[in-house]
C-alpha cells in the first residue's frame, strides 16, 4: 500500500521559507492519474488545501496562497516538496501530505508535521 511521510524543520522564523519534503513509498509519484497533494490544519483556520503537483508534473494552487506557494517535484526519489515564502505565525500548523484523486479526494494521507513560524 502507498504511504506518504513529510519531513522537515519544525520551526521557523519570520519571513523565512518553509519547506517540507513528502517521502513517497509504495507507489509512484508518476502513476495516472493521481495528484499529489499539501494541506495544512491550524486551531484558527481548520484544514486548508495548499496546493497540488499531478503525474506529470503540473501544478494548482490555493488561490489564498499562490503567491507564496511553489510544489516541486523529484521523481528520481519518489518525493515532492512544499515551499512556503515570507512565513508568519499565522503559518504554524500541522502539515500533510496527501494522494489526491480525479475527483478531488485527499485518499491517503501522510501523519502530518507540526511546523511553527517563531523567532
Known amino acids: 500500500q502507498v504511504q506518504l511521510q513529510e519531513s522537515g524543520p519544525g520551526l521557523v522564523k519570520p519571513s523565512q521559507t518553509l519547506s517540507l519534503t513528502c517521502t513517497v513509498s509504495?507507489?509512484?509519484?508518476?502513476?495516472?492519474?493521481?495528484?499529489w497533494s499539501w494541506i495544512r490544519q491550524s486551531p484558527g483556520k481548520g484544514l486548508e488545501w495548499m496546493g497540488s503537483?499531478?503525474?506529470?508534473?503540473?501544478?494548482a494552487y490555493s488561490p489564498s496562497l499562490k503567491r507564496r506557494t511553489s510544489i516541486s517535484r523529484d521523481t528520481s526519489k519518489n518525493q515532492f516538496s512544499l515551499q512556503l515564502s515570507s512565513v508568519t505565525p499565522e503559518d504554524t500548523a500541522v502539515y500533510y501530505c496527501?494522494?489526491?484523486?480525479?475527483?478531488?479526494?485527499?485518499?491517503?494521507w501522510g501523519q502530518g508535521t507540526l511546523v511553527t513560524v517563531s523567532s
Open positions: 503537483i499531478t503525474y506529470f508534473g503540473g501544478t
Open positions: 509504495g507507489g509512484s509519484i508518476t502513476t495516472s492519474y493521481y495528484a
Open positions: 496527501a494522494r489526491e484523486r480525479t475527483d478531488w479526494y485527499l485518499e491517503v
